[in-house]
């Protein structure tokens, strides 16, 4: 359990578990071999798990990095848990979650930690340390999870291995982010809300067409291949899992009758830019051709 657990997309009566079986994380394979694992789960009312909640298992699939989710129906509201995973005799860190208000409640007030635009070599994740201490209500991340480029000079800290193109690099990059300790501390702290920006994929993209002309007869396998490592690293529910080329990842979450959050998809069915022709789509200046 390398890269640590992580809970999201609470409802005020179910809450999604997520980990990744990967002892070697940085490997092409995670350092697991092609076979599936079956793990057990548990999500308790105490952090001494003295009060199991529901147990489980969950399926380890080799087609999807050794990742593993379950969604926990039956909790109460406005409640926290504390949940953790066992594959034979190696145990995970326990994470705590937090389902959201029954949806008539007259709740006052939500904890809610907004973050985006996580570049790895710029910085060592401060914000990170300061959510996981305050363990919010529910933490929403808009996008940018990782980059997709190749190591820069200049920065912190370096990515590992080329400018994002297949599965296997995909899964690397995410691997790489999830190393690091506040990030995980953040993802136990506390559920998660996810949608994506452009650099879980590349720079600017729209839709189905590239930041660069040249790019646009492989593009869409880039694309899936992107959104496949997203699902496979992120607390997602099983619903939002890749469909051929697509992730339905849009979702609606209402917090009892204080507020409804709208997590949008502004990539996937995002129209190009005006006159986005070649260099053009790649946000250079226009000279005066629209």
């Not at 040249?214 to 496949?228: C, G, H, I, M, V």
């Not at 609606?252 to 507020?259: D, N, Q």
């Not at 069915?269 to 250079?284: H, I, M």
Request: proline share 6%; charged share 20%.
């Amino acid at each position: 359990f390398r890269l640590g657990v992580s809970s999201g997309f609470p409802t005020d009566h179910s809450v999604v578990l997520w980990t990744r079986l990967a002892p070697s994380p940085l490997a092409a394979d995670g350092g697991m071999p092609p076979v599936d694992v079956e793990i057990d789960w548990e999500i308790a009312r105490d952090e001494q798990f003295r009060r199991i909640e529901r147990r489980g298992k969950s399926l380890a699939s080799a087609a999807a990095a050794h990742s593993a989710r379950v969604e926990v129906q039956g909790l109460e509201p406005a409640r926290d848990y504390w949940y953790r995973f066992a594959a034979g005799a190696h145990r995970s860190r326990i994470g705590r979650t937090r389902t959201l208000p029954a949806l008539a409640a007259d709740t006052a007030s939500l904890q809610l930690a907004i973050v985006c635009c996580q570049h790895y070599e710029t910085g060592h994740y401060a914000a990170y340390r300061h959510i996981a201490g305050a363990a919010p209500d529910l933490l929403v991340h808009l996008g940018d999870y990782i980059y997709e480029g190749a190591a820069a000079d200049g920065g912190v800290r370096r990515h590992l291995g080329p400018s994002c193109r297949t599965l296997e690099q995909y899964r690397q990059r995410y691997a790489q982010y999830l190393t690091d300790p506040a990030l995980q501390d953040a993802h136990a702290a506390a559920p998660w809300l996810v949608t994506w920006d452009d650099h879980e994929v590349a720079n600017d993209y729209a839709g189905q067409l590239p930041n660069r002309e040249s790019e646009r007869a492989t593009f869409l396998a880039r694309r899936t291949a992107a959104y496949q490592a997203y699902f496979e690293h992120l607390p997602l529910p099983p619903s939002m899992a890749l469909s051929g080329t697509k992730m339905p990842i849009f979702s609606r979450h209402r917090v009892g009758r204080l507020a409804t959050i709208h997590m949008l998809d502004q990539r996937q069915y995002r129209s190009p830019e005006a006159c986005a022709l070649g260099e053009q789509l790649a946000g250079n200046r226009l000279d005066g051709n629209c």
